[in-house]
């Protein structure tokens, strides 16, 4: 089984190699070595790989620099997707594209379902619409959200960064949403694609938390690991109170049901994932 990753070496791209099935020959391409806003080197990347499936895990992930430049943002997020999902279908490839909770506009009460209708608020969230839409029906779009790994640049690794050089961090409190562990994301994303399953799907981990709470259990982990010395005050602030360039949904917790069902299992709760990685890297120095 021929495997192509687009964006292999973020977090997402990352986990897809570290979870790929025995079978998997894979070739695995980043911004050195595949430039994703040239739409004939993609097309030929593609036809030259001729892979079984085609992993989409590229993407434009400057919330904030996005407001500022759109049209970048829509060059890899949009219209490369377009390109990669034409490129997947001319040599017979199945394309599995990954999009975000951004799509949604954050003023609902329950959880999105994959058939929610999107009201991005924001650049990004226009811009991964976009690319939601260029995919096409017989590919795999699966949104997930609040994305982090033992490397690469997120949530995680910033306040484990913040809590050892400050004495006290300020924490968004007012924003809900669900951590997602990226090599649980890949696994669940070689299961859905070995089954065949089409459309829009949602995944995260299990379990709901605001940024603030997340960053409570990260300290809390982590001292238990022996990766930070002392504890610092995590205090809770509004997101009035750390105003940002680009608008964020207050409430982005993702309806996970027809996953569930695809898998026949749920995902793991995001604090299991949390400290499963932190004792990982503890253990590994």
């Given at each position: 089984?021929?495997?192509?990753i687009?964006?292999?070496?973020?977090?997402l791209?990352r986990?897809?190699?570290?979870?790929a099935p025995?079978?998997a020959?894979?070739?695995?391409?980043?911004?050195?070595?595949?430039?994703?806003?040239?739409?004939?080197?993609?097309?030929?990347?593609?036809?030259q790989v001729?892979?079984?499936?085609?992993?989409?895990?590229?993407?434009?992930?400057?919330?904030d620099k996005?407001?500022?430049?759109?049209?970048?943002?829509?060059?890899?997020?949009g219209?490369a997707v377009?390109?990669?999902?034409?490129?997947?279908?001319?040599?017979?490839a199945r394309?599995?594209h990954?999009?975000?909770?951004?799509?949604f506009?954050?003023?609902?009460?329950?959880p999105?379902?994959?058939?929610?209708?999107?009201?991005p608020?924001?650049?990004y969230?226009r811009?991964?619409?976009?690319?939601?839409?260029?995919?096409?029906?017989?590919a795999?779009?699966?949104?997930?959200a609040?994305?982090?790994?033992?490397?690469?640049g997120?949530f995680?690794?910033?306040m484990?960064r913040?809590?050892?050089e400050?004495?006290?961090?300020?924490?968004?409190?007012?924003?809900i949403?669900?951590?997602?562990?990226?090599?649980g994301?890949?696994?669940?994303?070689?299961?859905?694609?070995?089954?065949?399953v089409?459309?829009?799907?949602?995944?995260?981990?299990s379990?709901?938390?605001?940024?603030?709470?997340?960053?409570?259990?990260?300290?809390?982990?982590?001292?238990?690991n022996?990766?930070?010395t002392?504890?610092?005050?995590?205090?809770?602030?509004?997101?009035a109170?750390?105003?940002?360039?680009a608008?964020?949904?207050?409430y982005s917790?993702?309806d996970k049901?027809?996953?569930i069902?695809?898998?026949?299992?749920?995902?793991?709760?995001?604090?299991?994932?949390?400290?499963m990685m932190?004792?990982?890297?503890?253990?590994?120095?």
């Open positions: 089984m021929k495997i192509l687009v964006g292999g070496k973020g977090q791209g986990g897809l190699s570290a979870t025995l079978d020959q894979i070739v695995s391409h980043d911004i050195d070595t595949l430039d994703i806003g040239d739409a004939d080197a993609l097309r030929a990347c593609v036809a001729r892979p079984d499936i085609l992993f989409n895990a590229a993407a434009y992930t400057a919330v996005a407001e500022g430049d759109e049209d970048a943002a829509l060059l890899v997020n219209t377009g390109t990669l999902a034409d490129a997947a279908r001319e040599a017979g394309f599995v990954v999009s975000t909770d951004f799509v506009d954050g003023t609902s009460g329950v999105y379902a994959p058939d929610a209708t999107p009201n608020v924001s650049a969230g811009t991964k619409l976009a690319g939601e839409q260029a995919a096409g029906d017989d795999l779009i699966v949104r997930t609040w994305v982090y790994a033992p490397t690469g997120n995680v690794r910033t484990l913040l809590m050892a400050r004495p006290e961090v300020r924490v968004v409190a007012d924003q949403g669900t951590p997602t562990y990226a090599p994301l890949a696994r669940a994303l070689w299961a859905l694609a070995a089954n065949g089409t459309g829009i799907h949602h995944y995260t981990d379990g709901v938390a605001s940024w603030y709470d997340f960053a409570v259990a990260i300290q809390e982990e982590a001292l238990a022996g990766l930070l002392q504890s610092v005050p995590v205090i809770p602030i509004r997101t109170d750390y105003p940002t360039p608008r964020r949904p207050h917790v993702l049901t027809s996953t069902s695809a898998l026949g299992a749920p995902s793991p709760h995001w604090r299991t994932n949390l400290r932190l004792g990982e890297i503890a253990a590994n120095g």
